[in-house]
């Protein structure tokens, strides 16, 4: 089935560092790619999303790149900030389901002043 | 306000005893869910509805069941628990017409001893 991988487990950054997290998919066909945020106590929040190769979702001065060929949707940041400590999670909308999602296992951020 | 509501915020149950998890929203979303989170494991879908008495099981149904009754009201129910679902239960919303951008609860954080 579908799946997300997401590369690191936990990022620690000082800030106004530049953030990557790498998030790399399977799927057939075009799946819708996502990018979600978790704050402490909170449930996810919706960050952004991409539908087609090459699109470019953002928001928050986050963004990420929709890649085909290297079935990747890696988020970045030019400069981070202490609030931005949170669960980052990538997500696909599964082909075969209009409505289920499929998450990666999450990324937390980490970001010391 | 357009919002996922989960009661309770903090459970703790004996094992072996039955557990009632409750989800509202005020957004007549159609398509509701229940996730799992575990650390390391991210969210893991439970069961999904796709209106009032239409359910169908996530990727992880075993040890519960789900009722939704009303389009604004969906359940999750744990008969006779056990330990290993000590975690943190999230519900969450969407729209057919939104393409899966869901709208999360803040969790119930379920403890069973």
């Known amino acids: 089935g579908d799946s997300v991988t997401q590369t690191e487990g936990q990022v620690a950054l000082s800030e106004e560092d530049f953030l990557t997290i790498h998030c790399n998919y399977s799927?057939?066909?075009?799946?819708?790619l996502f990018w979600y945020v978790q704050y402490p106590g909170e449930g996810p929040q919706f960050l952004f999303r991409a539908s087609r190769d090459k699109e470019k979702g953002s928001s928050r001065g986050f963004e990420a790149t929709y890649n085909k060929e290297t079935t990747s949707f890696h988020l970045q940041k030019a400069s981070v900030q202490e609030s931005d400590s949170a669960v980052y999670y990538c997500a696909l909308g599964e082909t075969s389901s209009f409505s289920k999602l499929v998450f990666g296992q999450g990324t937390s951020l980490s970001v010391v002043p | 306000d357009m919002k996922v509501t989960q009661m309770p915020r903090y459970l703790i149950k004996r094992m072996g005893e039955n557990v009632l998890l409750e989800c509202g929203q005020d957004m007549s979303h159609e398509t509701m869910y229940w996730y799992r989170q575990d650390p390391g494991l991210g969210l893991q879908l439970i069961y999904i509805s796709y209106d009032v008495d239409s359910n169908s099981e996530g990727d992880i149904p075993k040890g519960y069941r789900v009722s939704r009754k009303k389009r604004e009201h969906f359940s999750l129910i744990l008969d006779s628990a056990k330990t290993n679902q000590t975690s943190v239960y999230f519900c969450?919303?969407?729209?057919?017409?939104?393409?899966?951008?869901?709208?999360f609860g803040s969790g119930t954080r379920l403890l069973v001893i």
């Open positions: 969450a919303s969407s729209s057919r017409q939104g393409r899966s951008d869901y709208t």
């Open positions: 799927a057939s066909g075009y799946p819708a």
